[in-house]
């Protein structure tokens, strides 16, 4: 995993004239105002990795540094990282007007870090650097060296994520060196990284696992530090073979390239890795956008990121759009479970409604009936009283009765034994047969305009059957809602 990231990473600083010059009439021109200090420099940084920087004085090493560390703002180029940086140099980070141990608590505040654990950071800092009495005296005082110190110690103290080391090695003392040496390999097997900006190559190999060798603003070379160091070897040997007119002409050569350079090209370089993401030109504005003004994180880098975290977005959104569908689709099964239970429910309820009240107009209807009956026959004993000679018939009636029952009176008393004995035997058979009628009987309704016929043809019985069980006589005539009683 990469801790820093560097593309196409650009310097540009403009070429100041002399006041002599302008008075004697020489003009700044677009050929002669500036030139490009860094070229497009693209490269990166593992956790726990040391990455060296070579290259002759003026080969931007310095600059580079600088632009990490926020110190200086590049032209063009992208940055990406999340580390805390920490920038050791004798020309940058020291306070000059402020003492070796208000420095130290000063970048420990920077640092946000709670008073408890800076109190303990102070201890490190200030036995690490081993400046005595100069811890309370001004850093515009110290020497080169003791800069160094002071410089090295709180960058390798004070929350180290990413340290950038600026050609201080030579200044320190043989012993004060070791010291460095064994901190800075603890801190990289603790998974610290580094940038080692140093003039010797021996102390390149010692730290770094890659090189970067930059040459008057252009990386040359980025790869494992053995092999960059025995090129750039090679080129230093050219280089100080040449005789002065020839080293003249090199460096003329060199220079020209930095104030020629063309930006544009760099900038087609990146247009052609955002066609690649799949960008298009009507993206054309905002790749400028990012390129030349906003010059923050890789923005092809974010694209990368983006689609190689959709496993876990994907899954995530994945699970909610099952979610709202399960519960989308829950809702509907209950609310159909509602309509089927209420539709069934209220289907049952209106046919017992129904039948209720066929039942309510049927038993009306039989009351009806009953009470027209009892009124006719009301109507009919009442017509028999109020007749005179239903009267005279009635009182001859009863005289020849009592003459008939005077005269057969003994005949009477005579078969009354018999008589009551035919009685008792008659009861018990008719109790017998209402008995076992019941047993083998069943009571039905008539419906509207069916008849006594029809009925005992339905059931398989005959008129006379009907007429016995219900006690008809020999009357034929059944009304809509009658209750009937019919063989079984």
């Not at 490009?36 to 580079?64: C, F, H, P, Y």
């Not at 580390?83 to 608590?105: K, P, Y």
């Not at 800076?118 to 020497?143: A, K, M």
Request: charged fraction near 25%.
């Amino acid at each position: 995993m990469a801790k820093i990231e560097l593309k196409y990473i650009t310097k540009e600083s403009p070429l100041l004239i002399d006041k002599k010059e302008k008075n004697k009439g020489v003009v700044q021109t677009a050929e002669n105002d500036g030139f490009w200090q860094l070229r497009g420099i693209s490269l990166n940084v593992s956790d726990g990795e040391a990455v060296g920087l070579v290259g002759m004085n003026g080969s931007g090493k310095a600059t580079l540094l600088q632009i990490i560390a926020g110190v200086t703002q590049q032209t063009t180029g992208f940055i990406t990282t999340s580390s805390r940086i920490n920038f050791a140099s004798v020309t940058h980070g020291l306070i000059d007007d402020q003492t070796g141990l208000e420095n130290i608590r000063t970048k420990i505040s920077q640092a946000q870090i709670d008073s408890f654990k800076g109190d303990h950071l102070t201890n490190g800092v200030i036995n690490f650097c081993e400046l005595g009495q100069w811890l309370y005296r001004p850093v515009s005082e110290y020497s080169v060296g003791m800069r160094a110190r002071l410089s090295l110690g709180m960058a390798l103290y004070i929350e180290p994520e990413l340290v950038l080391i600026d050609d201080l090695f030579f200044l320190l003392d043989q012993d004060f060196f070791q010291k460095t040496s064994a901190r800075i390999q603890r801190l990289k097997d603790l998974g610290v990284s580094f940038f080692i900006s140093d003039s010797r190559g021996l102390n390149v190999e010692a730290f770094c696992e890659r090189t970067v060798w930059l040459q008057f603003g252009e990386q040359q070379d980025f790869g494992p530090s053995q092999d960059v160091m025995q090129q750039y070897q090679y080129f230093t040997n050219y280089y100080y073979g040449l005789s002065l007119p020839e080293q003249n002409d090199y460096l003329a050569k060199k220079q020209q390239e930095q104030v020629n350079f063309d930006i544009d090209r760099l900038y087609d370089e990146f247009k052609g890795e955002q066609y690649k993401q799949g960008y298009t030109r009507k993206d054309e504005p905002r790749m400028r956008k990012a390129f030349f003004v906003e010059r923050g994180s890789d923005p092809v880098g974010k694209e990368r990121d983006r689609k190689a975290e959709p496993t876990t977005e994907t899954t995530t959104t994945t699970a909610e759009n099952q979610t709202k569908k399960s519960g989308k689709w829950g809702w509907i099964v209950t609310f159909a479970l509602i309509i089927l239970f209420g539709g069934g429910w209220w289907l049952a309820d209106s046919q017992q409604f129904s039948l209720s009240g066929k039942q309510a107009n049927e038993s009306s209807k039989m009351a009806e009936r009953r009470k027209a009956d009892s009124s006719s026959l009301a109507a009919a004993k009442k017509d028999e009283s109020s007749d005179p000679k239903n009267n005279d018939l009635t009182k001859a009636d009863k005289s020849s009765s009592e003459k008939k029952a005077s005269s057969s009176k003994k005949e009477s008393s005579g078969k009354a034994s018999s008589e009551k004995k035919a009685r008792s035997s008659k009861a018990s058979s008719s109790e017998a047969s209402s008995s076992s009628s019941s047993e083998e009987t069943q009571t039905v309704n008539v419906s509207d305009g069916e008849t006594i016929g029809q009925l005992a043809q339905k059931y398989a019985t005959s008129v006379s059957k009907i007429q016995e069980l219900n006690d008809m006589g020999s009357d034929v005539n059944l009304t809509a809602g009658d209750s009937v009683k019919v063989p079984k």
